[in-house]
């Protein structure tokens, strides 16, 4: 036994004295016939110390060692306390000719066994995680090495393919494609051209799929690893037909609660509601049906700012005898409006009636007054009217009594109230009091879904009333689509009853349209709303080559008008 330790020592000493876990390597008596750097280090024993025994430096260590010997068991994953420090501590039986020689021990700090072990579950979480999400991913995953030799199956993948993956794993994909368990794989073009690439192949279980192979590369850019998807072509069409059903089942939803609420609000047929942008507007309708608070309708001359302010007055008072009042601002002289929104007594001015005279204020009493062009109301006026928003109550010119009124007080605008305040044209307190329900009634040109409906809407209007069987061709109605409609829908329904009336012929044809209809010269600078001079000018020439494109049939002939070539023309109408 000597001879074999002497002879083993050097080998021992060159090759395990760079491990950082302690060795020590004991006979049946004790002695340490081996000991490493990192065992001094751990058990703080000098480099120059001589023969020693683990029985002087610990006693109750090499009480456990002994029974080794005897039962020739190892003993793991032991932890002791060794001269004051506490260690993880693991101990085998050195055989020979079936007798225990010696006992190998490797012990090293029990907080780096507990470091290394957090950094192992760690290790574990990350893994485990991972291994989560490539199972839980809807496609199937397949990988293989750079040589084509297939390390990762997810479920998915088996699930498509209908292969275990004790099938197909360490076996390369020439093997796989040879055994017709797919008819294709992408893997070898991937390797080959060292790019991401595509091809549809067939399962051996008839399916249909899409398989897309990605490339991934080690450091000398060679491929190291090719990552697979394949997805199911049949079920993909399968959801791609469900989703159509949806979407279809999803509109006539849509077109049912848009009936619903024509019906809660008692919809008049005047009124036309296709878009998105009318839609909201409607739905702020229905809320306000149960309060009586301001509401300011703004937008553009012509958008149907009226036709929205009656809708809300017909709403929040069905009763037919409710009155509904409306004044413009701007149609009445300056010094006669005040008696025609307050009224007054008799005797009050010069010129009064005897018995003197309500005012709207008081005529509108359970009902609705509309203050059409707000923004023309004069200053003093405005105060007056803040009062009024405040408690209620009017009182007329000349009198002395208050009056309480319970009125909804809507006003309509088509200028910029919030510029005019800061120009000091309109009082802030009063634009806040009026704007606690603001309604914004878009431009036609910006709800291009509501001007078709709006056509046929004012064409069988007209039919009827002229007693006419008039109609409009296919040209006729893409030209008046396209067109930017300044007026909005007040220009559309003056336009139509105008073709009625002119056109001979029960067919109103292009030939018939007015010129502007074809080319607008100020298509986009509206009273509510500027765009910057280059966003204009970009505007105006989209809408002049669609008009010319429209009118002559095609891109040649319209680029000929424009003289401009072809070529320019069209990419201009791809931007």
Not at 144 to 171: C, F, H, M, Q
Not at 402 to 409: E, L, S, T, Y
């Given at each position: 036994m000597?001879?074999f330790f002497n002879h083993?020592e050097k080998?021992?000493?060159i090759s395990l004295?760079s491990i950082?876990i ?7 008596d ?5 000991i490493?750097?990192a065992a001094?280090d751990?058990?703080d024993?000098?480099e120059?110390s001589?023969r020693l ?7 109750n ?8 010997f ?5 003993q ?5 306390k060794i001269?004051?420090k ?6 085998y ?5 079936d007798?225990v020689?010696?006992?190998?021990s490797?012990f ?15 290790y ?14 809807y496609d199937?995953?397949?990988v293989t090495?750079g040589?084509?030799?297939?390390i990762r ?8 393919t209908?292969l ?17 368990y ?7 073009m991937?390797i ?6 595509s091809?549809?192949?067939?399962t051996?279980?008839g399916?249909?799929v ?6 991934a590369?080690?450091k000398d ?7 697979t998807t394949v ?6 069409r ?5 989703l159509?059903q ?15 609420k ?8 005047n009124?036309?509601c296709?878009?998105k942008?009318?839609e ?9 049906q149960?309060t009586?608070?301001?509401v300011?309708i703004?937008g553009?001359?012509?958008?149907g700012?009226?036709?929205i302010?009656?809708l ?6 069905p009763k037919?005898?409710a ?7 701007s ?7 005040e ?5 007054y ?14 005012g ?6 359970g009902?609705t ?6 923004g023309?109301?004069?200053?003093y006026l405005?105060?007056k ?5 405040e ?5 007329r010119?000349?009198g002395?009594?208050?009056k309480?009124?319970n ?13 005019m305040?800061?120009?000091g044209e ?19 040109r910006?709800?291009?879904e ?5 056509i046929y809407?004012?064409l ?6 002229y007693?006419?069987?008039?109609s ?12 930017h409609?300044p ?5 559309l329904?003056n336009?139509i009853e105008?073709l009625m ?18 080319s607008?010269k100020e ?5 509510t709303k ?6 204009m000018?970009k505007?105006?020439?989209?809408s002049v ?9 095609s891109i040649v002939?319209a ?9 320019t ?7």
């Amino acid at each position: 036994m000597e001879n074999f330790f002497n002879h083993k020592e050097k080998l021992f000493d060159i090759s395990l004295n760079s491990i950082k876990i302690g060795i020590v390597i004991l006979d049946k008596d004790s002695c340490i016939r081996f000991i490493n750097k990192a065992a001094r280090d751990i058990l703080d024993i000098d480099e120059n110390s001589n023969r020693l025994y683990l029985s002087e430096i610990a006693y109750n260590a090499w009480q456990e060692i002994k029974e080794i010997f005897t039962t020739k068991k190892e003993q793991i994953g032991k932890r002791e306390k060794i001269k004051g420090k506490t260690l993880f501590v693991q101990r085998y039986p050195i055989l020979y000719k079936d007798r225990v020689i010696g006992v190998i021990s490797l012990f090293q700090h029990f907080s780096e066994m507990e470091k290394l072990a957090d950094e192992l579950e760690s290790y574990h979480m990350v893994v485990n995680e991972l291994n989560t999400i490539i199972e839980s991913i809807y496609d199937g995953i397949f990988v293989t090495d750079g040589s084509g030799k297939t390390i990762r199956v997810n479920s998915s993948w088996a699930k498509i393919t209908g292969l275990k993956p004790e099938y197909v794993l360490g076996k390369t994909v020439t093997e796989l494609e040879k055994k017709g368990y797919v008819s294709k794989f992408v893997t070898p073009m991937v390797i080959q051209n060292k790019k991401p690439m595509s091809l549809q192949a067939k399962t051996v279980t008839g399916k249909e799929v899409l398989v897309s192979g990605n490339p991934a590369f080690d450091k000398d850019g060679n491929v190291s690893m090719v990552v697979t998807t394949v997805r199911d072509l049949s079920e993909m069409r399968r959801l791609s037909r469900e989703l159509k059903q949806v979407k279809k089942l999803a509109k006539e939803y849509e077109h049912k609660i848009k009936e619903l609420k024509k019906q809660i609000i008692n919809f008049p047929s005047n009124i036309v509601c296709e878009s998105k942008a009318m839609e909201k507007v409607l739905d702020i309708v229905v809320q306000l049906q149960h309060t009586k608070v301001p509401v300011l309708i703004y937008g553009e001359t012509g958008v149907g700012k009226g036709v929205i302010a009656k809708l809300i007055h017909k709403t929040s008072f069905p009763k037919l005898d409710a009155p509904f009042v409306c004044i413009n601002c701007s149609a009445i002289p300056e010094g006669l409006l005040e008696a025609e929104l307050f009224g007054y007594e008799k005797g009050a001015f010069t010129g009064a009636d005897v018995g003197g005279k309500p005012g709207l204020f008081e005529l509108a009493d359970g009902g609705t007054l509309v203050l059409d062009e707000i923004g023309e109301l004069p200053l003093y006026l405005q105060a007056k009217l803040l009062a009024v928003l405040e408690d209620y109550k009017i009182q007329r010119i000349g009198g002395t009594k208050p009056k309480k009124v319970n009125i909804r007080i809507i006003c309509i605008t088509n200028r910029d109230l919030k510029e005019m305040v800061s120009k000091g044209e309109f009082r802030e307190d009063l634009f806040f009091r009026i704007n606690v329900v603001p309604i914004f009634i878009p431009p036609l040109r910006e709800r291009k879904e509501d001007i078709l409906p709006l056509i046929y809407y004012f064409l069988k209007e007209f039919n009827q009333k002229y007693k006419m069987n008039k109609s409009f061709s296919r040209k006729v109605i893409e030209l008046l689509y396209n067109y930017h409609w300044p007026g909005n829908v007040r220009e559309l329904k003056n336009l139509i009853e105008r073709l009625m009336i002119m056109t001979p012929n029960n067919l109103i044809d292009e030939k018939d349209l007015p010129d502007d209809i074809f080319s607008s010269k100020e298509p986009y600078n509206t009273p509510t709303k500027f765009y910057s001079l280059k966003e204009m000018v970009k505007r105006y020439e989209i809408s002049v080559i669609q008009s010319a494109v429209k009118k002559y049939g095609s891109i040649v002939k319209a680029s000929e008008k424009l003289q401009v070539s072809p070529s320019t023309l069209y990419r201009k109408l791809q931007k």
